[in-house]
């Protein structure tokens, strides 16, 4: 922990007890081994989000100082992923970019089933807590946690893998369709979770009614953003949807691995990403 703070203003260094007429992000302000730390050693980062610099080794970071309900009412979160290809933005590499009736997505790099991981770096930072949301769509017909696989999006740290939180991909929201790929929350009941995914997931479709096809795009309902499940379905009662929370049962340094998965090939189904942020403390 450090001894003393330093806050670069316009003209002059202060001390974190004393004021800063001025905030000037574009400075080496505030240096500390985590945003969190330097939230916790001066009030006057609170909700004054933006790039600071960490020592032990210098690197700059964006650091979210805001007290966000979602994320535990905390501030000083590491950002270490910022994906919203609504705005613009490249998919990371390992995903690739795409659209279709002129939305744009990330997608599978491979036509093929199976899981296609990219790794966010932990910037060397301890952390146990992970705090993130990530928004995105369905193509076709993917099952949820049929025959003990995990459609959508899966998120974990470690070798071998420990699982944060996964955003899970069923057939149909409504009551039209079997139940065999639904998700566990529709109200057609599909299959319970994987013990290695347990409660720490949410679970949607973007189809809510009508019969499903594996050639459609169902952009008009996007998953996991809480909205427009039909009667009878709890998959929206989550009032954090999108955003979810996790405190990891200890501290580590390892980087977020963020796959997407679906156990059969795109003809049948897909699962695209447009909105993925992460943060860790």
Known sequence: MLALVILYCTSKLVTATEQCDTYQFSHPFNPGESCEEIYDWNQQTHNRSGYYWLINPPRNVYCDMEQRVVCGNIGGWTRIASVNITRGDECPIGWNKSSHDGISFCRSPSDNAGCHPILFSSKEISYQKVCGMARGYQKGTPDAFR??????????????????WSYVAGIHDGIESTNAGNCPCAANPGPQPTSFVGPDHYCESGINSGRWNVSEYYFSDPLWDGLNCPTGNTCCNNSSLPWFYKELDMATVDDVEVRICTNQDFLDEAVFIDQLILYIQ
């Open 147 to 164: 025959a003990n696989h995990t459609d959508g999006l899966s998120i974990t740290h470690g070798n071998p893998r420990q699982h944060i």
